[in-house]
């Protein structure tokens, strides 16, 4: 927090001293209790604290005994109803010195609540009273009250109360208990009808067990109850136990908590009596704030330890302040670089926010700067909740927030601000100082838990810039279809998952559509999944057909010797006939939606996973598609936890299929993700198979290894062209033709085809042969030279040509430009 400077101190000072003063001069039938809140409720307001507390000295009984309190439970503190004047608790040791005490966290570290979050610091100031009492104030910041604060802190001492009228404020509340007594050996309980008033209960239908009284306690507080009332945990002497008190919930008749404080000691056994508990049973609500808000904050602590990311905090927050401010609208955002990110809006819709806002929204929320709104930077800079009410002049991006009233709660953390809240109402709002006391309470928990969300969220998008660059950048453009595919990491750990899909176009319009999973989530499952992913695309583009490609995959796998293993489904897509092949390595089988909107999960057999068994079988199983048709290939994150089996999990992404428009594949694949199970990361590969409008035309030729081969292959392509009806002179194509097919008879051994294809205007004249070396154009080639012509020849007729693998050889292609027509001669 920045300093204010002097000015500022003497500002806040004078502004303190006459709030003092108007309360001097409430007229003498104020409650003395209430006199003495009010003045407690300006150390809330002027120092910024969190809790206070006065405590009045009682010589006699050597007892510091709490008068009032007000702000954060001062049990989440470690602060004690009563202190031994002579003991050597830090409050008491602080009190006997006389002059202002600072205390640590760590001081009262043996007593603090358990409510109250583990690692979290705070400051505790005590200061004497001229009546021979103490005040205490608590800074929720490790460094505590700054100068100006404790300035505040000393003027409000001197404004509190005389001992008389503490006194009187304790007193009131002792006289007000209704007393029981607990016989040790039976349960059994005597009670007077104000303690049965206290806990709801008819004194007619009360039987006289403790066990009645213990079934109303809220079961959070029912172990430091039982603490007190059980015999195993007092030990009982010669004389009267030491007093006990505790302040423990009850959920009344409408299942509201209310606070009661219970006082008790032992009496021993004595005259054939057993030992007993007698003690008194009070209303605490008088000593607190509103047992709602302090449900509250502890609602909003719980949610905030378990809030894994920014949203999620947000939401929590928003959650905790609607009720109890009953504000029209609420706004969470992160400070970044001097601009607002809003992470949530209540509501969200953007007509209920300012011109302002509008115009600076980005995506889904609005992204403002603050040097627009000088107010709210102030507010930011001073680190402390400020409100202001109806009619005050605000600039217009912070007066059409709240036009009755606005709140801003900055969200301090570690020094910093992480960002802030903005509360507005429509009509004109009475801030009071329970909620100022509210707003104090929830701004350090939600400060610390959205830097820990941020920090999670940022480690979060590490992950998953590293997961996505190993998976394709983007898909490609399909003949005939149209793809789209999802991935999302699992938010239950910062873990690299082991999920991929692919889509490898294939020659002669094939496409292989692949997903897996590696095991595990790790960075050792994602380098994995990267390997066999270029692996399983290297051989598929090699032509292997599916059971091949996933074959080789997995005793490359079983050669790697790694822990880890990988399922896999493989699917190779005809799209000319709308057939397909799939092999399925240990993974779920493929999920198809039909065009009337029915779906089918096709029963099939498959291996094992890949890199378990090196021997293994994988068989194909055969598909037929329809135009309209929708495949869909997923992991195990998203149909099945811990919570729902496969075979349930299958059915609803079936049923999240059929009841979608495959018209969009991306809104399908968004909302069949919309319930995605995010304790394991997800992939998701759509595709929806429409058919080629445009069909190719093709021939092949097996050509034998005959002294006349060649020219039976340029028979062969001239008789070819003209039942396709080509109106072009096919000496180039005859050319290409005598060419590669003389090249692959000459310099391989085995098989030789010859493949034409026809489609738009455009000739691919394709030989396969047995060898995988490519032929490889000459860079000169001298006048006595009597070969390697050939390519060149290739190249200078053709449009383009190369060449690419295919199982077990390879494949020369080039294509060149002819027209359709009537046919004409061709010439030999």
């Known amino acids: 927090m920045g300093g204010e400077g002097a000015a500022g101190r003497r500002s806040r000072t ?49 007892r510091l005994s709490l008068a009032a309190a007000v702000g954060v439970p001062r049990t989440l503190y470690g602060l004690r109803d009563t202190y031994p004047l002579s003991g050597k608790d830090p ?49 929720d910041r490790p460094e505590g009250f700054d100068a100006g604060e404790r300035d505040c802190l000393e003027l409000i001492a001197d404004a509190v109360p005389g001992q008389a009228s503490a006194q009187d404020v304790t007193v009131t509340h002792e006289t007000g208990g209704s007393s029981f007594t607990l016989a040790m050996d039976t349960g059994r309980v005597e009670v007077d009808d104000d303690v049965l008033e206290l806990f709801g209960i008819d004194p007619q239908a009360f039987d006289g067990r403790v066990e009645t009284l213990l079934a109303r306690t809220v079961p959070e507080d029912l172990p430091a109850l039982m603490s007190v009332v059980e015999a195993d945990h007092l030990t009982i002497g010669d004389r009267e ?25 032992v009496l021993p056994a004595e005259d054939g009596r057993p030992a007993r508990i007698a003690g008194t049973v009070a209303d605490a609500s008088t ?20 809030a894994g990311t920014v949203r999620d905090v947000s939401e929590a927050l928003v959650a905790a302040l609607r009720g109890p401010l009953r504000a029209d609208r609420i706004a969470v955002a992160e400070l970044e670089s001097e601009r607002l990110v809003v992470r949530v809006l209540d509501p969200p819709e953007s007509e209920a926010w300012p011109e302002l806002w509008r115009t600076e929204w980005r995506s889904d929320w609005p992204d403002a700067p603050v040097r627009a709104m000088p107010t709210l930077a102030a507010a930011l800079r001073e680190g402390r909740p400020a409100v202001w009410p109806a009619g005050t002049d605000l600039e217009a991006a912070l007066a059409d927030v709240g036009p009755g009233g606005l709140a801003v709660l900055p969200l301090p953390a ?116 990267g390997q066999m992913r270029t692996a399983l695309r290297a051989y598929a583009v090699e032509g292997h057909p599916p059971d091949v490609v996933v074959s080789h995959a997995n005793r490359l796998l079983v050669g790697m010797e790694s822990d880890l293993f990988a399922t896999c489904l493989y699917v190779d897509v005809d799209m000319e006939e709308g057939s397909a092949w799939y092999v399925r390595a240990g993974h779920l089988p493929p999920v198809l939606r039909l065009p009337d909107g029915s779906t089918h999960i096709p029963e099939s057999e498959g291996g094992p996973p890949l890199g378990v068994v090196a021997r293994a079988d994988f068989p194909m199983s055969p598909l037929r598609l329809t135009p309209g048709t929708v495949l869909a290939l997923t992991t195990d994150g998203l149909v099945e936890s811990a919570d729902v089996d496969l075979e349930t999990g299958l059915a609803r992404l079936a049923a999240g299929l059929s009841a979608a428009d495959p018209a969009d594949l991306g809104l399908v694949a968004d909302a069949v993700l ?25 021939e092949s030729w097996a050509v034998w290894r005959l002294p006349e081969a060649v020219r039976h292959a340029r028979r062969f392509t001239r008789r070819t062209l003209r039942g396709w009806g080509t109106a072009a002179d096919p000496d180039a194509a005859l050319l290409i033709v005598s060419e590669l097919v003389t090249n692959a008879l000459v310099h391989t051994d085995g098989p030789v085809r010859l493949d034409l294809t026809l489609l738009d205007h455009r000739l691919r004249i394709a030989v396969a042969d047995s060898s995988p070396r490519t032929p490889v154009k000459p860079t000169r080639i001298g006048w006595e030279a009597t070969g390697g012509r050939g390519v060149l ?8 040509w190369g060449t690419l693998p295919v199982s077990g050889g390879k494949q020369v292609w080039a294509e060149i430009a002819v027209a359709r027509g009537p046919a004409d001669g061709a010439r030999g």
Not at 793 to 800: F, I, N
Request: charged share 25%.
């Open 91 to 139: 409050v008491a040791r602080a009190h006997r010195s006389g002059r202002p005490r600072r205390l640590a966290a760590e001081d009262l570290g043996r007593t603090a609540h358990a409510d109250r979050p583990p690692g979290e610091s705070f400051t505790l100031l005590v200061l004497p009273l001229q009546d021979g009492g103490s005040l205490l104030a608590v800074s």
């Open 793 to 800: 020849l290739v190249e200078a007729v053709s449009v383009t």
């Open 14 to 62: 004078l502004r303190a001293g006459l709030a003092l003063k108007t309360l001097r001069a409430l007229g003498p039938d104020t409650d003395p209790r209430e006199r003495l809140r009010r003045v407690l409720e300006q150390v809330l307001v002027f120092a910024g604290a969190s809790c206070a507390a006065v405590y009045s000295a009682d010589e006699h009984a050597d």
């Open 287 to 306: 000593l607190r704030p509103a047992v709602s808000d302090v449900t509250r904050i502890q609602r909003l602590a719980a949610s905030l330890a378990t």
């Open 414 to 529: 570690a020094g910093s601000m992480a960002g802030a809240c903005l509360i507005g109402w429509d009509s004109p709002h009475e801030f009071g100082t329970d909620e100022r006391a509210l707003l104090t309470a929830v701004a350090g928990l939600a400060g610390q838990a959205l830097v820990r969300a941020h920090a999670f969220d940022a480690e979060h998008e590490l992950i998953g810039m590293l997961q996505r660059s190993l998976l394709p950048r983007r898909l490609p453009r399909l003949p005939g279809a149209d793809a789209v595919a999802r991935y999302l990491p699992t938010t239950a750990a910062l873990e690299l998952g082991g999920d991929w899909y692919d889509v490898i176009p294939l020659a002669d319009n094939h496409v292989a559509l692949v997903i897996g999973d590696v095991q595990g989530h790790s960075a050792a499952a994602a380098a994995l999944m």
């Open 674 to 698: 919309a319930e995605a199970n995010r304790g394991d990361d997800v992939a998701l590969l759509l595709t929806r198979y429409d058919g080629m409008d445009l069909r190719p035309l093709r």
């Open 241 to 265: 136990l030491e007093h006990r008190e505790l302040e423990f919930r009850i959920l009344g008749p409408s299942g509201e908590p209310a606070w009661l404080r219970l006082r008790a000691h």
